[in-house]
């Protein structure tokens, strides 16, 4: 991995002792991008899928089909940017309701996928189909408009944890208490927060590492619904919980694909470790950032 622009952030902005405990927290990812022509690709957004034989294709009960948003071919995945626990080898595909077709009574207030409500999880849903498994090409329910197929090819890079979360609080400042705000910020940490802030500006499409959050780490959001909600930032159960979920995916809003969550936000796939290394992605949570 050549890319270390975060490090490379922390080595000029901090002094020695905060930038090597800032630099431990740093975790590899994969990031996807348009294919180039004639650039191998190891994913793609949009499109249709190619579903087990027997399998139906996903859906929320009461509201209709999901729309397929992305497929992800694990085994041409670099894997010096994922974790021993990712699968190293069939396919990841990727569902989500998107309001189209929506067969529900209740408007689009019952049609909005929350972690906080499990009666929308069937909403958003992760099929692992592993490596050999016969598959056949799964047309596009009535009612749904397939998004344009766009091929991605893969990059390592390194990626960084939200300033908000537990464990940069403890790095830079010591100890688990709210972070300081604006005015309150200790002036040898605002060199390197206003760098940051310049350097984490594109969201783009990512695999594992940790998220590129719209606003706010998504870590936070995902743990405050699994511990029921009522939880606020710097809580010790909320920092605790944040730090036993991890990102399987994020995916941007996409002009090619004609993909655009809210106001060009992007969705975020949240799991816990074990249930990854499980294989069990009826387990992971979706929260939408705009």
């Not at 590129?212 to 959001?221: A, F, H, I, K, S």
């Not at 743990?223 to 809580?235: R, V």
Request: with cysteine; aromatic share 8%; proline share 9%.
């Amino acid at each position: 991995m050549t890319d270390d622009r975060y490090s490379r952030l922390a080595a000029e902005h901090l002094p020695a002792d905060l930038a090597e405990r800032w630099i431990a927290l740093l975790r590899p990812c994969v990031r996807l991008r348009r294919a180039a022509h004639g650039e191998r690709a190891v994913a793609a957004l949009g499109g249709e899928p190619d579903l087990p034989a027997g399998t139906v294709w996903p859906e929320w009960p009461g509201h209709g089909p999901l729309s397929f948003i992305a497929s992800v071919r694990c085994a041409e995945l670099p894997r010096a940017g994922l974790t021993a626990a990712f699968p190293q080898d069939g396919t990841l595909l990727f569902f989500f309701f998107d309001g189209q077709g929506d067969e529900g009574d209740d408007g689009d207030e019952g049609s909005f996928v929350s972690p906080h409500d499990p009666g929308t999880w069937a909403g958003a849903q992760v099929l692992y189909v592993p490596e050999g498994t016969p598959v056949r090409r799964a047309g596009t329910p009535a009612g749904l408009e397939p998004y344009p197929r766009v091929e991605l090819a893969a990059g390592v890079e390194e990626s960084a944890p939200d300033v908000w979360l537990p464990q940069v609080r403890q790095a830079l400042q010591g100890d688990g208490g709210h972070w300081p705000g604006p005015r309150d910020t200790p002036a040898r940490l605002r060199p390197f927060l206003r760098a940051f802030q310049r350097l984490r500006t594109r969201i783009g499409h990512q695999l594992g590492g940790h998220a590129v959050p719209v606003q706010g780490p998504v870590e936070y959001e995902i743990a405050n619904a699994a511990l029921g909600g009522g939880h606020s930032w710097g809580a010790p159960a909320l920092d605790r919980e944040a730090g036993g979920w991890v990102l399987l995916a994020q995916f941007d809003s996409d002009g090619d694909a004609k993909m655009s969550w809210g106001d060009t936000g992007a969705l975020y796939w949240l799991i816990r470790p074990e249930h990854l290394a499980a294989r069990r992605f009826d387990q992971a949570r979706v929260t939408v950032q705009c």
